[in-house]
Protein backbone atom coordinates (compact mmCIF):
# COMPACT_ATOMS: atom_id res chain seq x y z
CA UNK A 1 0.00 0.00 0.00
CA UNK A 2 3.17 2.62 0.64
CA UNK A 3 4.07 1.92 -3.25
CA UNK A 4 0.89 2.63 -4.68
CA UNK A 5 -0.05 5.62 -1.89
CA UNK A 6 3.34 7.00 -3.25
CA UNK A 7 2.06 6.41 -7.23
CA UNK A 8 -1.27 8.12 -6.30
CA UNK A 9 0.42 11.26 -4.41
CA UNK A 10 2.91 11.93 -7.48
CA UNK A 11 0.06 12.02 -9.71
CA UNK A 12 0.98 8.43 -11.30
CA UNK A 13 4.36 9.82 -12.61
CA UNK A 14 6.18 6.33 -12.06
CA UNK A 15 9.70 8.41 -11.75
CA UNK A 16 8.29 11.01 -9.19
CA UNK A 17 6.50 7.72 -7.35
CA UNK A 18 9.84 6.07 -6.74
CA UNK A 19 11.85 8.73 -5.71
CA UNK A 20 8.77 9.73 -3.26
CA UNK A 21 9.22 5.92 -1.97
CA UNK A 22 12.56 6.42 -1.93
CA UNK A 23 12.60 9.54 0.64
CA UNK A 24 9.93 8.21 2.74
CA UNK A 25 11.45 4.41 3.35
CA UNK A 26 15.05 3.94 1.61
CA UNK A 27 16.82 3.28 4.45
CA UNK A 28 14.48 0.88 5.85
CA UNK A 29 13.68 -0.77 2.72
CA UNK A 30 14.65 -1.72 -0.90
CA UNK A 31 13.38 0.95 -3.25
CA UNK A 32 11.72 -0.65 -6.59
CA UNK A 33 12.59 0.55 -9.95
CA UNK A 34 9.99 3.05 -11.48
CA UNK A 35 8.55 0.56 -13.68
CA UNK A 36 7.80 -1.32 -10.70
CA UNK A 37 4.72 1.72 -9.98
CA UNK A 38 3.46 0.76 -13.59
CA UNK A 39 2.82 -2.59 -13.29
CA UNK A 40 1.41 -2.39 -9.71
CA UNK A 41 -1.40 -0.27 -11.19
CA UNK A 42 -1.51 -2.99 -14.56
CA UNK A 43 -1.92 -5.80 -12.18
CA UNK A 44 -4.70 -3.79 -10.08
CA UNK A 45 -6.89 -2.81 -13.20
CA UNK A 46 -6.57 -6.60 -14.38
CA UNK A 47 -7.36 -8.18 -11.28
CA UNK A 48 -8.14 -6.52 -8.66
CA UNK A 49 -5.24 -7.22 -6.97
CA UNK A 50 -1.94 -5.94 -6.35
CA UNK A 51 -0.55 -9.44 -6.71
CA UNK A 52 -0.83 -11.57 -9.90
CA UNK A 53 -3.13 -14.89 -9.86
CA UNK A 54 -0.95 -17.22 -9.99
CA UNK A 55 -3.17 -19.65 -11.01
CA UNK A 56 -2.20 -22.52 -8.89
CA UNK A 57 -3.98 -25.69 -8.27
CA UNK A 58 -5.39 -25.98 -4.50
CA UNK A 59 -4.08 -29.02 -3.07
CA UNK A 60 -5.06 -31.96 -0.95
CA UNK A 61 -3.93 -34.00 2.13
CA UNK A 62 -6.45 -36.29 3.34
CA UNK A 63 -5.21 -39.75 4.55
CA UNK A 64 -6.86 -41.59 1.68
CA UNK A 65 -5.20 -39.62 -1.42
CA UNK A 66 -1.74 -40.21 0.30
CA UNK A 67 -2.65 -43.69 0.08
CA UNK A 68 -3.58 -43.10 -3.48
CA UNK A 69 -0.34 -41.11 -4.40
CA UNK A 70 2.34 -43.80 -2.56
CA UNK A 71 0.00 -46.71 -4.28
CA UNK A 72 1.18 -45.40 -7.49
CA UNK A 73 4.45 -44.59 -6.87
CA UNK A 74 4.85 -48.19 -5.64
CA UNK A 75 3.37 -48.94 -8.86
CA UNK A 76 5.66 -46.95 -10.97
CA UNK A 77 8.95 -46.37 -8.86
CA UNK A 78 10.53 -44.35 -11.85
CA UNK A 79 7.40 -41.48 -12.14
CA UNK A 80 7.90 -38.24 -10.65
CA UNK A 81 5.81 -37.55 -7.56
CA UNK A 82 4.99 -34.54 -9.21
CA UNK A 83 3.20 -36.47 -12.14
CA UNK A 84 1.83 -38.75 -9.55
CA UNK A 85 0.34 -36.64 -7.37
CA UNK A 86 -1.62 -34.29 -10.07
CA UNK A 87 -3.59 -37.55 -10.92
Same mark, same amino acid.
Given at each position: ???? #???? *???? @??? /????????RFGLERQVPSSSIFI?? *??? +? /??????? =????? =??????? &?? #??? $? +?? @? +? &??????? +??? $? #???
Amino acid at each position: MDMW #SCFI *ESGK @NKR /KAALLYSQRFGLERQVPSSSIFIRL *EKN +L /KATGSFN =KNKNR =KCTKTTE &EY #SQI $V +LK @N +L &EENPNTS +LRI $V #SSK
